[in-house]
C-alpha cells in the first residue's frame, strides 16, 4: 500500500484514496442531547484492508521558525510561530514516510480543548469536479488534524481556519469532519477543489454521517452556517442544482453523490436507533440532517450505534454496508465537558480493532505518555501490539462465530460497563481533588487512563490465550462443552 519513498508519496496517497474512500461511520451529539450535557465526536476508522496498526501519540506544545511547514502529502504552507499541544492516533508507519509527515492521524484534542475527527470520506460528483477541480497536492485527511490541531483555539476558529486553507492551496479530496469545543460542535463538508460548508449542530440534536455528502436544508446567511466566498453563485453559474435556494441549500446535491444505499443505509440504521419514535422508510434520497434523540445519548449508545448491524431491520440481508464491518482500525468518542476543570474537559473514549469486539478505553486529556504495546508494531501481526492483540480477537472468534463472537462481546460489555461507572465517579474524585491540589489531580487522572491502557490489552492478550487454547483443544474427540467452560474460566 504505501510506499517507503517520498518520491512515490503522491501517487500512493491517491491508491490509498480508492483503497480507504469506501469507509468511515459517525455521529455527532450536541451538548443539549446528551446524557451529562457534553458535546461528542465520533467516528469508525475503517479501512480497505485489515492490517494497518495505528499508534498513540502526544505533541507538546513548541515554538517554530520561520520557514515552509511541509505536510505529508506535498501541501506546503507558511510555519505557525507556536503549535498547541495535542493528542493523536496515526497511522504505524507515519514517520518512516515523513518524520514530519504524521499521516492520518484522525482524530485528537488539544490544550484548548478542541477536539477534531477527520474524516469520512466523501464521493465528488463528475459536475463538480469539472467545475472546481481538486488538487493533487491540496488538503486531505492525512494531513486534516496535523494541520488544525496545533492552532485552533475553538471549534469555529477551526472551521474557520480549514476553510481559509481549502480556499488558498484547495482541497485534494471530498471529506466530511467534525470539529468541537465544550460549547459547540461543527459538521463541515469540502466538496469540491476549493468550495466548503459547515454547520453548528443544534444543541438539542445530533447528526449521523456515513460516505456521502450530508448537509443540505440549511440557510446560507445563518450564523451557524460558515462556507466558502459566493458559494451560492458558483453553483448558480455551474448549474449543480436545478434551484439553488440559499434559504434551504443543499450543499450535498451539489457536489456530492446522493441516495446512495451504501450511505443511506447507514444514516437510516442511525438515526432508527436514536429516533425510534419518528418512523422513516428505508433507502430515501436524503435523511434529516439533524435530528433530536427519543432518550439523552450517553458513550454507551454511541458505542452501540457504531457497532450496528441490520439484524432485525427492514434492511437485514439487504443492505449492502452495515456500520460495524471488520477492517475497522479503532474507534473513538471524544468528549467536551464544560462542567469539569480545564484539563479534565477532554475525554477521549478509544478503542483498538472491531468495536463490536473491543472496549473504549477512557483517555482524559491529561494524558501524555502511553505503554509501548500502542507505540509499536507493523502491518503484520506480532505479540506486542495492542492494535493486533485486539484486531485478532476478530479473527480468532470468526472461525467459529456462533460461539466465540458472545463470549468476546459478553466480555467487554462486562467491562465497559465498569468503565463507565468508574469514570463517573473518578470525575468527583478529580473535581475535589483539583481544588486542593491541581497536580495531584492532573497526575491521578493520567495514572488511571495509562492503567486502563495496560490492564485492557492484557485482558485481550489472556483471551487470545483462552481462544487459542479452546481452537485446538476443541479437535479432540473427548472434548466436551466442561473444556469450553474450563478453558474459559483459567
Known amino acids: ?54 499508534y498513540l501519540a502526544f505533541h507538546p506544545a513548541k515554538q517554530n521558525e520561520e520557514k515552509v511547514w511541509r505536510l505529508g502529502n506535498g501541501l506546503e504552507v507558511p510555519m505557525p510561530k507556536a503549535f498547541l499541544a495535542y493528542s493523536s492516533i496515526h497511522d504505524w508507519d507515519a514517520v518512516t514516510l515523513d518524520p514530519a509527515g504524521k499521516y492520518y492521524e484522525e482524530r485528537g484534542i488539544n490544550e484548548f480543548n478542541v477536539a477534531i475527527s477527520a474524516t ?15 488538487i493533487e497536492k491540496g488538503v486531505i485527511e492525512a494531513i486534516i488534524p496535523t494541520l488544525i490541531l496545533p492552532q485552533a483555539r475553538s471549534a469555529k ?67 451557524d452556517v460558515l462556507h466558502s466566498p459566493k458559494l451560492l453563485e458558483f453553483v448558480q453559474q455551474h448549474k449543480l442544482l436545478d434551484k439553488a435556494d440559499p434559504a ?73 454496508r452495515p456500520i460495524r464491518i471488520d477492517r475497522q482500525l479503532e474507534s473513538h468518542v471524544i468528549q467536551l465537558r464544560k462542567e469539569m476543570p480545564r484539563e479534565f474537559q477532554g475525554l477521549i473514549w478509544q478503542s483498538y480493532g472491531v468495536l463490536a469486539e473491543s472496549v473504549m478505553v477512557p483517555l482524559y486529556n491529561t494524558l501524555q505518555s502511553y505503554p509501548l504495546p500502542y507505540r509499536t508494531g507493523s502491518d503484520t501481526y506480532s505479540d506486542d501490539s495492542a492494535y493486533w492483540q485486539f484486531r485478532s480477537l476478530t479473527a480468532l472468534a470468526g472461525t467459529n462465530p456462533d460461539k466465540y463472537l458472545p463470549l468476546l462481546r459478553g466480555v467487554w460489555q462486562k467491562e465497559s460497563s465498569k468503565l463507565y461507572k468508574e469514570v463517573a465517579l473518578l470525575d468527583q ?27 485492557t490489552y492484557q485482558m485481550a492478550k489472556d483471551l487470545r490465550y483462552k481462544l487459542m487454547t479452546d481452537l485446538t483443544k476443541s479437535t479432540e474427540k473427548k472434548y466436551s462443552e466442561e473444556e469450553f467452560k474450563k478453558i474459559m474460566s483459567l
Not at 163 to 186: P, Q, R
Not at 205 to 216: E, K
Request: charge should be negative.
Open 1 to 54: 500500500m504505501k510506499k517507503h519513498s517520498l518520491t512515490l508519496l503522491s501517487a500512493t496517497l491517491f491508491t490509498l484514496l480508492g483503497t480507504s474512500a469506501d469507509a468511515c461511520t459517525g455521529l455527532i451529539v450536541g451538548k443539549g442531547a446528551s446524557t451529562d450535557g457534553s458535546v461528542m465526536i465520533a467516528r469508525n476508522e475503517d479501512f480497505g484492508i485489515n492490517n494497518w496498526n495505528k
Open 120 to 134: 469520512t470520506s466523501t464521493e465528488v460528483n463528475e459536475r463538480a469536479k469539472k467545475a472546481d477541480p481538486l
Open 157 to 223: 476558529e477551526g472551521v474557520k481556519l480549514l476553510g481559509d486553507y481549502v480556499e488558498k492551496y484547495g482541497a485534494g479530496e471530498g471529506n466530511s469532519l467534525y470539529l468541537a469545543d465544550v460549547n459547540e460542535a461543527w459538521l463541515m463538508e469540502i466538496g469540491s477543489g476549493h468550495h466548503w460548508i459547515a454547520v453548528r449542530v443544534p444543541d438539542d440534536s445530533y447528526a449521523m454521517v456515513a460516505n456521502g455528502l450530508r448537509i443540505h436544508g440549511v440557510n446560507l446567511d445563518s450564523p
Open 248 to 320: 434551504s441549500f443543499n450543499f450535498a446535491k451539489a457536489f456530492g453523490v446522493v441516495a446512495d444505499p451504501y450511505n443511506v443505509d447507514r444514516e437510516w440504521l442511525g438515526q432508527q436507533m436514536l429516533t425510534a419514535s419518528h418512523k422513516q422508510p428505508t433507502r430515501q434520497e436524503q435523511y434529516p440532517l439533524f435530528m433530536k434523540p427519543d432518550a439523552p445519548i450517553a458513550v454507551a449508545d454511541v458505542a452501540r450505534v457504531l457497532s450496528a448491524t441490520y439484524e432485525g431491520t427492514p434492511l437485514a440481508g439487504k443492505a449492502e
Open 429 to 455: 474524585t478529580l473535581k475535589q481533588a483539583y481544588s486542593k491540589d491541581k497536580a495531584t489531580a492532573v497526575e491521578l487522572a493520567s495514572d488511571y487512563s495509562y492503567g486502563q491502557l495496560e490492564q
